[in-house]
């Protein structure tokens, strides 16, 4: 079954196009891809939970190229189809009265195939792969509105993407000349019987910095802010609420955690990354005039949150506390899936937005909640959720976080968090005074009307904002967000499954 | 563009055939020997390359445009996924060789390779498709900045 999560959007992705040479068929492109996130997500909600390998073209790990299915990589991929679900639907409507659907669509499909790919494969080159292909996609993607400024943004994504891209591959053939393997669960086990440590350290070296300009982190984040706001909508919510996290922070922890066994003070760099892109990343928000270019800010900086649950796991781990270190890694991860659901609530609003007022510009429009009590509504929501408001998701991740950095000791760490956490409040609250409160402001254009294509799916991201806060309750943490947690701890539950150790 | 000098013209023309065929052997013979799909489609894709860059896009366009260079790369990339999903439904899993009989093949032997040539192929379609789609493109925005 597992291939099929790469094969159905490649097919799909070559086939739309094909399709468009002959013939222009929106709607039916729109459909296909409906059906097909659908598909996926109906797919990746059946597996959740299981614990498989799938060997590709029937060679044993080592040698051949093997699929991996434990706790975190199931969890990764309810979080793509979900988000790509949503997003599909929101395109349906919002993208109609745009050309070349079919290579939009075609495109989207390709990046859902790379995404999937990364998130099941189990061998570092064909990660490599896969991450270029969803890259390469995401690149033409943020272009696609064609005008000067989006591809500028798309050519600036293109040059740090294919920058972060060398790293990583420098990072892998330093890492397969030295252990000389490329399964991740081989390299676990090969990794500690190299007597020269310094290529495994370059080659982690490597892959910080490149995992970290596709995550976004702080000093390689300048080009966050341009892509995102440049990209159709249904894009920049795809890339703010899954790519940068499965090409970023999934992709680095997976190689980091499960396969390098964690070098020396890798968990203290990752810490270290998390809570600077965190504060800085916020301070840059604060003093933001465009809603998308300020989402994009809080992106880094919320992004720095997963980062830091999951590097203080790390931490842990090394200093012998594996409850604590659990609970970190629970806190990135529930994290992880909560800034998913409402980044993307976020981002498709402000494409409601824009079609309402025909700006984005904060300082010129206002009074959404009267001109569209729905879409204003689930903004509320969205923005009360990632400001972290007690009864919302966004709340109880940051509180399993600062728990954890208190329970360990880590209390400066605490302290950048919750202070973090009052500057996103604050940026937030500017946005709800700006936009959502007050007279109408701003020119209410003829797109004026907001239709149900536009904000059923952003309903249904607001109810999965609130209804994400119930995976804080142990039962339910313990079936959705502790196996994820644990796939990342229990490296050798993770060789085990692989190589049948 | 009316194309180059007459010695780079009357040069293309004594060996354009030569690359070609020399594209198709590496793809073809890509189980046997070093090479395969992927360097055998950009030789292909290098043919027609030179005959635009010696004779102007106009002669290539009589035989091979935009359209059907992209038709044939989506095709060849569904067809080699159909391939992978052949495997799958056969026997084995995604991409297994399920026409091979016996490991390894017969060396020397074109047709002991189970389903490798034909995903050769399609590799081979697919790069050479997308190459030349690549260069054309980039050689009509060229021309549009020229007039």
Redesign the interface.
Known sequence: MLPLFVAIPLGVGFLLPLIEEFRERTQFFAVTVLLETGLLLALSLVKFGEESIYRLGGWRPPIGINYVLDGLSSLILVVISGIAFVTALFAMTYMSKYENLGKFYGLFSLMLAGMYGVALTGDVFNMYVYLEVAAISSYALVGFNRGPEELEASFKYLIMGAVGSIFILLGIAMLYGSVGSLNIADISVRVSEVSDQSFILLSTALFIVGFGLKAAFIPFHSWLPDAHSSAPTPISAMLSGVLIKVLGVYALSRILFNGLNLPNLTPEILTWIGAGSMFIGGMIALGQKDLKRLLAYSSISQMGYITLGLGMGGIFMSQGKPAVATLALIGGVFHLVNHAAYKSLLFLFSGGVERIFGTRDLSQIGGITRVSPVSGATGTIGTLSISGIPPFNGFWSKLVIVIAAIWGGLYPIAGIVLFTSAITLAYYLKVQRELFLGEVAGEITDKGKISPGIYVPLLILAVCCIGLGLLYLPEIRGIVLKPAALALQEGSEYTKLVLGL | MTGMSPIVKTVTRWVSPFILAFGIYIALTGHLTPGGGFPGGVIVAGCFILITLAYGKERVEGIFDL?SA??TD??A??SF?CM??L??VFG??????FIQSGFPGKAFELLSGGNMPIINIAIGFKVGGSLFVVFAYLALFRAIEEE
């Open positions: 359209k992209s038709v989506s095709l990339s569904l996924l992978g999903l495997g799958y084995g899993g995604f991409l297994n060789n």
